[in-house]
Each structure stands twice: as structure tokens, then as C-alpha cells.
């Protein structure tokens, strides 16, 4: 018996645990999802999305952790059959208030089904992943119910080692994760996941308009504030001169020259870019790796495959 409870001590302290920070009570969600930060936050997201000219019209999307659905008319608005998802009871009321027409659907990620009845052209997640115990369990349900594309934003540690870093989060923010833990991935550890589930991960050459989101990944700047990075997992490759196969160090800001990145026609399979450089920074339009680095110039066309 003493050899037992000595046995059960030791197993108990051989991990380190992430202390919660649960309460009982829950805070309005309009209070935070509509407070100044989250809505400046909202709208330099979109605008950066925006700004890809990815083929994001008429297609299923997933989204996933929905919050009360300051993002989902991006998708509304481009003519797309939208699930919203959210796992937090009084973000689902709210939701079905604000999209009464639209199916609203509960979806806890850190305990997902492993079926959801569906699959979806895109998967879009962002501002969650951060807020999952975990997050693998995460990845692996949206891959499985992805057909085209994954959008993922998610605040991240800096780091060249493929590391999670879980942290304490208050679950009684609606904000925040349900469970008390979240996690602050490295890119390198975000990067080698979504690489186990789709055969092309990119990034954007380009960052949104925000502090939050750097362009120098080279050191950590001198505040603890919170960094944001964007992916795009896809199971075809994708020809496009704003997004690249590479872990960046360096990143710009979001740029809208004139007809910055537009899209021309659509043939089977395929979806034709024109870029035109003037007025903004010239970028290296590198490809999938099977596939030779191309340079963008003015009104030089560019196959976005997906």
C-alpha cells in the first residue's frame, strides 16, 4: 500500500503542470468582443485577407471559434454557405441572434467529434489555436474536414525550436479558453503540425497593419506583448507571389497598390493572377518547391493552382 501511494506521488510531479485560472463566473461577451482593441484587430485581419485575393467566393466554409461573429460577413458577403462554430454557450446565443438564417453549431476544439457531418471547402480559424489545451487534437479535426484550404491566425512565441508553451489563460473571459490553458506555439512548431495534415503550408510575404503582427522575426522586441502570424495550408499547390513555402525572418506590411493582386479568369483547376507592382514594394513571388521562383512585375500574370 505505501509502495502504491509512493508510485502515484512520483507520477504526479514527473510533469510539469500549466496552472488555470477558472472561475466559476462568466463576463459579458459583448463588453469584450466590441471593446476598441478587438475591433481594430478585426478590421486589419480582414483588410489583410482582403489583400491576398485568394478565390474565396461561393465556397462551404468552416469557421471555427467564432466568438460572437465580427468576422464571419468576410465570407457572408463573398457569397459562401457558412457553418459558425463556437464553443462557448453565451457566444452561441448571440450568434444565432446576429445570424438567425445561418447554422450555428457548437464545437468545443479541444474535445472535437470525430466526425463533424460535413466537409468544407475552407477551414478558417482564426485568433483560436492560442486558445486550445489542445491544439493537436485541433489540427487534426480541421484537416480532416478541409478540402482546399486552411486559414489560420494565431498568436505565437518567437523561437526557432518547434515548441508549444502552454499557458495560464482566464476561463472566465469569453475570450479566452474555456478550459483555463491555451498555449503560445512557436511558427516552427505551428508550420511542422499543419505539415503533418496538408502536403503545402505557406505564409503571407505580407503582415496586417498591426503591432501585433511583426515583420522581423530576427529578435523579439523589447515588450511582452502579444505576436501574431498567419498560415495557409492547402492540399494543392498554390502559385501566388504573396505567399511563400518558407518560414520568413522578415515580412512586410499589407500593401493595396492599384490592382495590387487581381484576379482575371478561371479555367479548370486553375485561377489566373494578374499583379501589378506600381506603387508598392516589389516581392519575390516564390512558389511551392516543385515549382521555379517567379518575380512579379507590372500586369505579369500568376497562377494561383487550388
Known sequence: ?????????????SSPRVPTQRTDATEDPLTHFTNSHYQRINQRRLEHLASLHLPLEHLRVLEVGAGIGDLTPFFLDRNCEVVITEGRPDNLALLRQRYPQQPVRFLDLDDPPEDFGQRFDVVFCYGVLYHLSQPLKALAFLARHCDQLLLLETCVSYGEEPQLHPCA???????????????????????????????????????????????DWSTPPPSSGLTRAIFIASRQPLSHPLLTPELLTRQVRCWFPSQSCRRVRQKPGEVVFITAIGGGPVITGETAPSSPAKRPGKNQAEAFRG
Open 1 to 13: 500500500m505505501l509502495l502504491r501511494f509512493l508510485t502515484a506521488r512520483l507520477l504526479s510531479h
Open 169 to 215: 489563460e482566464n476561463a472566465a473571459l469569453p475570450t479566452q479558453s474555456l478550459r483555463g490553458i491555451g498555449c503560445r506555439p512557436t511558427r516552427v512548431w505551428v508550420y511542422q503540425q499543419l505539415a503533418r495534415h496538408f502536403p503545402y503550408v505557406y505564409l503571407p510575404r505580407t503582415q496586417p497593419y498591426h503591432p501585433e503582427f511583426p515583420c
